[in-house]
C-alpha cells in the first residue's frame, strides 16, 4: 500500500523542523526578546484607538497608513516597504519568490537557521560561507561564492555571534553581484547603524526589519522590507492576504510614534548593559564571551564543561539561556540574550558559582 508520507516532497522530508524547547523560567535570556515590557504609555494609547475600531470588519487590504509610518521612521519610500507577520513572515515570501531548483543562495554561517531551512524546502542550493575563526564576516569567500550564486542572505549584525558586515564589505558586494542581496537587520538598533541609506544606490539591496526585539513587540508579531518598489510588488506576491491584524498595525504604528520618548532610553539601557556583561563574563574562568553588536553574547565554554550541562545547571536555577552547539562551528558555545540589570546580576553570580 503506498505510504502518504511520499506525497511530501522529498526536500522536505530530508530537513528538520525549525524549533524551540519551550522552557518556562523566571529568567528567560534564550530568545533575544526585550527584557523590558512595552511601556504602558504606549499599551494604554494602543488599546484606546483598539477599542474604537470595530473588530468584526477586516484590517485594510493595503495597510496603507502603517506603510507610511514605517517608510517616514527608515527613511525610505511607502511603495518601496512591504509589512509582515514579523520578518520571518517576509524571509519566506521573498524566498517564495525567488527559490526553485537550481537557484543558489549563499549563506554565511553559522547564522539565522530558518534562512538555510527554506531555500532547501524549496528546492534551492545553499553555497556556505563559513565565519572566520573569530566569528566575523569572510567578506572575499562571500563575494567569490557569489560568482556563481543568485542570492546572498546576511544576516548583520549576526545571529548567533554579533558581528556586523562593515558598510564598505556590503556597498562592494552589491557594486559587483547581479544578483539579490538580503541584509537582515533584526538587530540593527543595537549597532546603531543600518544600510537602509544604500537602498537608493543599489536596486539590489533587500533590507529586513523587526519590531520583535528593540521594539518591544515579539508578542504581536510585525516585521517590514524595504526594497525597491519594483522587487517589493513581486515579493508582495508571497505574501498571504491580511497577513498583519489591525491589533499589531496600530501596536506598530503608536510604537514608532512613542519611539524616542519611550523605546529608545530602553535600547540605550540594553547596549550599556551589553558592554558591562560581556566585560563581567571575560572575568569568569572557564568562558569566552565574543564582543557583539546585537542584545546577545555568543559565549564559548572553555572549562571541562558542555553546553548541555550548562544549560542544566542555569535551569535549576530558573535561569534560560540558548544552547547553540549544534550551529556549525559552534560546538561549544552558548549565546546569552542581555536581560535587565537585576537578570544579568543574578546570571554572573550563578556563573561564578559554577565556573
Not at 556586523?164 to 556597498?171: F, H, K, N
Request: proline share 5%; glycine share 4%.
Amino acid at each position: 500500500m503506498p505510504n502518504p508520507i511520499e506525497k511530501i516532497k522529498s526536500q522536505v522530508r530530508r530537513v528538520s523542523a525549525y524549533t524551540l524547547n519551550a522552557v518556562e523560567t523566571k529568567i528567560k535570556i534564550n530568545q533575544n526578546e526585550n527584557p523590558f515590557d512595552m511601556p504602558e504609555a504606549i499599551k494604554s494609547e494602543v488599546l484606546a484607538r483598539i477599542a474604537k475600531r470595530p473588530w468584526s470588519r477586516y484590517p485594510s487590504f493595503v495597510p496603507s497608513e502603517l506603510l507610511e509610518t514605517l517608510a517616514a521612521f527608515a527613511n525610505w519610500h511607502s511603495d518601496g516597504v512591504l509589512a509582515g507577520n514579523g520578518s520571518n513572515e517576509l524571509i519566506q515570501a521573498l524566498l517564495t519568490v525567488t527559490v526553485q531548483p537550481g537557484v543558489k543562495v549563499v549563506i554565511s554561517e553559522p547564522t539565522f537557521t530558518l534562512y538555510r531551512l527554506l531555500v532547501e524546502i524549496l528546492g534551492g542550493e545553499v553555497i556556505s560561507v563559513p565565519l572566520t575563526a573569530d566569528f566575523q564576516y569572510n567578506t572575499a569567500e562571500i563575494e567569490k561564492a557569489a560568482e556563481s550564486a543568485d542570492i546572498v542572505i546576511i544576516c548583520s549584525p549576526n545571529n548567533p555571534t554579533g558581528c556586523r558586515l562593515d558598510d564598505q564589505d556590503l556597498e562592494r558586494l552589491l557594486e559587483n553581484f547581479s544578483g539579490l542581496v538580503v541584509l537582515d537587520e533584526a538587530y540593527y538598533e543595537f549597532a546603531r547603524k543600518s544600510v537602509v541609506e544604500l537602498l537608493g544606490k543599489h536596486s539590489n539591496l533587500i533590507v529586513l526589519r523587526t519590531f520583535s526585539k528593540a521594539m518591544a513587540l515579539a508578542g504581536l508579531r510585525v516585521g517590514y522590507l524595504l526594497a525597491s518598489p519594483e522587487l517589493t510588488r513581486e515579493i508582495a506576491k508571497g505574501k498571504l492576504p491580511y497577513n498583519v491584524n489591525f491589533f499589531s498595525i496600530t501596536a506598530a504604528m503608536v510604537a514608532i510614534e512613542y519611539f524616542q520618548q519611550c523605546l529608545q532610553p530602553l535600547v540605550d539601557s540594553l547596549i550599556s548593559e551589553r558592554q558591562r556583561l560581556f566585560e563581567a563574563l571575560l572575568q569568569i574562568n572557564g568562558l569566552k564571551p565574543y564582543p557583539s553588536e546585537a542584545n546577545f553574547i555568543l559565549t564559548e565554554i572553555v572549562a571541562d564543561m558542555k553546553p548541555v550541562e550548562l544549560m542544566s545547571s542555569l535551569q535549576q536555577e530558573e535561569i534560560l539561556i540558548r544552547d547553540v552547539s549544534k550551529y556549525p562551528m559552534l560546538g561549544r558555545h552558548v549565546r546569552i540574550s542581555v536581560g535587565t540589570t537585576e537578570e544579568n546580576d543574578l546570571l554572573l553570580s550563578k556563573l561564578r558559582l559554577i565556573f
